[in-house]
């Protein structure tokens, strides 16, 4: 079983760089979340969506978008890299709403230099 | 919003003790979920609590829901190297549409 695959799993960008951050889940979940974790913050939600064709911010929206075309799949975009971006991104997935239980991908970790 | 107070942020224990953790909150929450994260994974989801009193045990592992619905408490028994981890508490519903998460309660076992 899948469950939640993100790729990639590391990158490395620069400064001013763009890119997506690809999310795939298997669970027919209507809902999807892009969190990121950081040391003593724990997880921040950046956006999300309650299905196919919609999205909505979260805590922590500004610098990125977000897109979701199929119901299986969620893309978290990167236009213009920052360091203060650097961090690991979390993808999840819950099936009956946003306060049950989700379930989370491996996680991709993003270095912006 | 609200906020998850979560303790101990960590904790050295030797293998074979019980541990037990705790998180509090100002405010009610309808759901309670305790994640276990690996490192270098994702938070994988360990206990889910829906009901105020609610006692649920997986394994060696058994969670509550506190009746005031303003907390819930981990217990991990006897111990052992791999319950190594970082375990986050997470409440949902009440005045917030989204899980709320706490920081997190480091667990190292020494063997």
Not at chain 1, 81 to 96: N, R
Not at chain 2, 17 to 33: K, P
Request: charged share 15%.
């Amino acid at each position: 079983n899948a469950g939640v695959t993100q790729t990639p799993k590391f990158r490395v960008l620069k400064t001013g760089q763009s890119m997506t951050l690809l999310c795939a889940q298997d669970m027919n979940h209507e809902y999807m979340y892009w969190y990121r974790q950081d040391p003593g913050m724990g997880l921040r939600l950046i956006h999300y969506s309650v299905g196919e064709g919609t999205t909505a911010k979260g805590e922590v929206p500004d610098g990125y978008n977000v897109s979701r075309l199929k119901k299986q799949n969620f893309l978290l975009g990167l236009e213009s890299a920052a360091p203060s971006q650097t961090s690991v991104y979390f993808c999840a997935s819950s099936f009956e709403g946003m306060n049950t239980e989700a379930f989370f991908g491996q996680g991709t970790r993003l270095t912006v230099v | 919003g609200q906020q998850l107070n979560q303790s101990p942020q960590s904790m050295f224990i030797q293998e074979g003790e019980d541990v037990s953790m705790n998180c509090t909150s100002s405010s009610i929450f309808n759901t309670w979920l305790w994640y276990k994260q690996d490192p270098g994974e994702g938070p994988v989801l360990l206990i889910a609590l829906y009901k105020a009193g609610e006692l649920t045990s997986n394994g060696r592992l058994t969670a509550q829901f506190g009746i005031t619905r303003k907390d819930s408490f981990l217990n991990i028994s006897a111990s052992i190297p791999s319950d190594v981890g970082i375990y986050f508490c997470a409440g949902g519903g009440g005045s917030n549409y989204k899980l709320t998460f706490g920081k997190g309660t480091l667990l190292t076992v020494n063997p």
